[in-house]
């Protein structure tokens, strides 16, 4: 019952990530990925991932949230799984795999730094002066000159648990435009919390900022609260974007074995 993980981050937003394209780890056992997922008896994560096989790909990843559910795409956890291939010898300088969403390509540089292409968005809905809009994960992005004092999680749980967004509910950011880049921090649903980097989040809020803000370019600085990414796109109409891609650090931080039959009878 002992599997090999490996811990990453990106940004600060943390991930168990594991090799199971000999299919034998138990991924339908919702309950399991939620321990792994605990910082107190587990290994601890934001997130759990899984590097499983796919014909025309170099593999696909899985992805589950915190709390034990498989979830829609995690940009930040899309780059760290491509350093993961990297690291194992599954993939050299580039990369193409899918995810829930669809195909992906990728590339790493260096030792951390790893670009991401994400899907296209092909719809932007307004909701006042929010936007709804889907890049890989739905995301509710809302502009603010006070998101250092934000009450993230209070404000963010009043918009997920909504009527408007129930059952599934949606990932909330709070973004404030300025000089130098956007400023971003994001509730994330499934973590239930405020994550120090949310990947699709930081997508979300750079595509909703052209359109707020008349950017000098676009390529998009995003500033999260575990550090610097950078979101590069083209724009086809006012909710069309195309080869949109997310980059920034992805992290190796240790690697390990643990016993899951522990888990399991907790």
């Avoid at 006070?146 to 949606?170: C, H, L, Q, T």
Wanted: charged share 25%.
């Amino acid at each position: 019952m002992e599997i090999n993980f490996s811990k990453y981050h990106g940004n600060g937003n943390d991930f168990v990530v594991i090799d199971n394209r000999s299919n034998t780890f138990p991924a339908g056992d919702n309950e399991l990925v939620r321990r792994l997922c605990d910082r107190n008896f587990g290994i601890g994560g934001d997130g759990l991932m899984l590097m499983e096989k796919k014909d025309g790909y170099d593999f696909h990843m899985r992805y589950f949230n915190s709390d034990g559910r498989e979830a829609t795409m995690c940009g930040n956890g899309g780059r760290c799984m491509i350093h993961f291939a990297y690291r194992l010898g599954v993939v050299k300088h580039t990369v193409v795999f899918s995810g829930i969403d669809g195909r992906h390509e990728g590339s790493i540089s260096g030792q951390k730094t790893v670009r991401l292409r994400m899907k296209d968005v092909t719809a932007i809905e307004q909701d006042g002066d929010a936007y709804i809009i889907d890049t890989g994960s739905p995301h509710y992005v809302v502009f603010t000159d006070d998101v250092d004092d934000m009450d993230v999680v209070a404000r963010g749980r009043e918009v997920r648990y909504s009527d408007k967004f129930s059952p599934g509910g949606i990932n909330v950011n709070f973004v404030c435009v300025r000089k130098n880049g956007i400023h971003i921090r994001t509730y994330e649903r499934g973590v239930e919390n405020e994550t120090l980097a949310c990947g699709t989040g930081s997508v979300a809020a750079a595509i909703c900022a052209r359109l707020k803000s008349p950017l000098s370019d676009h390529t998009v600085k995003v500033y999260t609260s575990g550090g610097l990414l950078e979101v590069s796109f083209k724009t086809r109409s006012k909710s069309i974007f195309t080869d949109i891609w997310l980059t920034g650090p992805a992290q190796f931080v240790f690697e390990g074995t643990i016993d899951i039959s522990n888990l399991i009878r907790l």
